[in-house]
């Protein structure tokens, strides 16, 4: 196994109960039950070594940003931890697609046709229905995946009518030198004239504003693993 990369951060399951009680102070100002929100545990590029005590902490619900290198560690992670849930919170590209459905629980970055397609054969082939959500490129910015916000619903529901995929919800990260809450409010909108409850919103800066907004997951890393 690959060394784990260098990284500046407080002992792991400390950082995590940090975050657990940001996230119910943020679900008690929203007047919102902490159940409604998940906590997925963003561990791209740290490996098992690291990932284990915030696992042993009782953290069950992991996020990944590459599907070839969730294959390389977390096929024994979840031997070894039964009743993991894994999350797929980065592109995907369409060859990776069977790979994905095989691994993921979840997939956060359905944004284009060739995906949608890739998808609807993969889950029809194996019969594996992982939760699947449409990214929103909510700034509209050209070096980022999802689709613009104009073009949401008509995606949304060529991705039901066309492909036969159950979309659970929404997914946005918000321009990193813009507010958040104008993008968070944005998706909400979005999803709920398309009748969608889910909304993962939200990562280690802003997570409890994401909260206030109605997200249902939320994509914490640093805050829980500490920076490379």
């Avoid at 979840?106 to 890739?118: G, K, L």
């Avoid at 659970?168 to 968070?184: D, Q, R, T």
């Amino acid at each position: 196994m690959s060394e784990s990369p260098s990284v500046l951060t407080t002992h792991s399951p400390k950082a995590l109960a940090d975050v657990e009680q940001e996230i119910v102070r943020a679900c008690r100002e929203a007047r919102r039950d902490r159940a409604s929100v998940t906590l997925i545990a963003v561990s791209k590029t740290f490996g098992a070594d690291l990932i284990a005590p915030v696992m042993e902490a009782g953290q069950h619900v992991f996020g990944e940003n590459r599907v070839q290198e969730a294959m390389a560690k977390w096929p024994g992670l979840m031997s070894a931890y039964p009743g993991l849930a894994l999350h797929l919170i980065g592109p995907l590209q369409s060859n990776k697609a069977k790979e994905a459905v095989g691994l993921f629980d979840a997939i956060h970055s359905v944004d284009r046709p060739s995906i949608c397609q890739a998808l609807a054969k993969e889950i029809d082939s194996q019969n594996r229905h992982p939760e699947l959500f449409v990214q929103i490129n909510t700034g509209e910015e050209p070096q980022k995946a999802g689709v613009a916000p104009g073009e949401a619903d008509g995606f949304i529901a060529r991705c039901r009518d066309h492909y036969g995929l159950v979309i659970s919800g929404l997914m946005c990260i918000p321009p990193v030198e813009e507010a958040p809450a104008p993008h968070f409010a944005l998706t909400a909108k979005i999803a709920a004239r398309n009748g969608l409850k889910n909304l993962s919103m939200g990562m280690s800066a802003d997570f409890a504003i994401a909260i206030q907004f109605g997200a249902t997951h939320v994509r914490v890393g640093s805050a829980i693993f500490g920076h490379r």
